[in-house]
């Protein structure tokens, strides 16, 4: 069972929330807070997979409660779910450590999947803001010429291949299929670039993909 916690000031919506993580079969709520001091306390007591958490709450905010749990070390992953569609929310939960960010009207499935791949360490962002961040990633890049990257030659041909098609946002499966290669050996080199590269998740491969020039948006 994936152990999920729910954070958001408003009640009914942990209610739904909860409603809807308990109808999955194979997720459990462990813990609910109404806001980010709340939840970084439950989440020193509680060990939770995922945490679905809100932006805008009173005493701590979610950005702010995300940077703190990556500080602290506590291995929560954290999707980021908001009723706000813009840019900046974005880049700023994936600066404070967010491994997804989604909106609130996004579909109950896309929800629920997204938790699942969260916490099989992958990482997701709503369908609608991610063209629109990575165009906006692509004006604020460096010249990579002037900055290169001397991480990335440390990567074998065959890692550089598969953090391509990551940052062009294909799935694991996809990488399988265009690459001709097996899934356990797609997880070996996703697993590789992670730690060559010093990423926490398939976004940061993303950004570090960008700013490296590897692929352009």
Known sequence: MI????VDDVETVRDGLRAL????????????AANGVEALSMLARVHADVVVMDVYMPVMDGLEATRRLAEAGIPTRVLVLTGYDRDEYAFAAIKAGASGFLIKDARPDLLLSSIRVISWGDATISPRITRRLLDLMAKRLPDVNAHPNGRLETLTDRE???LLEIARGATNAEICERLYMAQGTVKTHVGHLLAKLGCRDRVALVITAYEAGV???
């Open 21 to 32: 993580i308990g109808s999955s079969g194979d997720m459990t709520v462990v813990g609910e």
């Open 3 to 6: 152990r999920v916690a729910i």
């Open 160 to 162: 550089r291949e598969v």
């Open 215 to 217: 692929v352009s948006a």
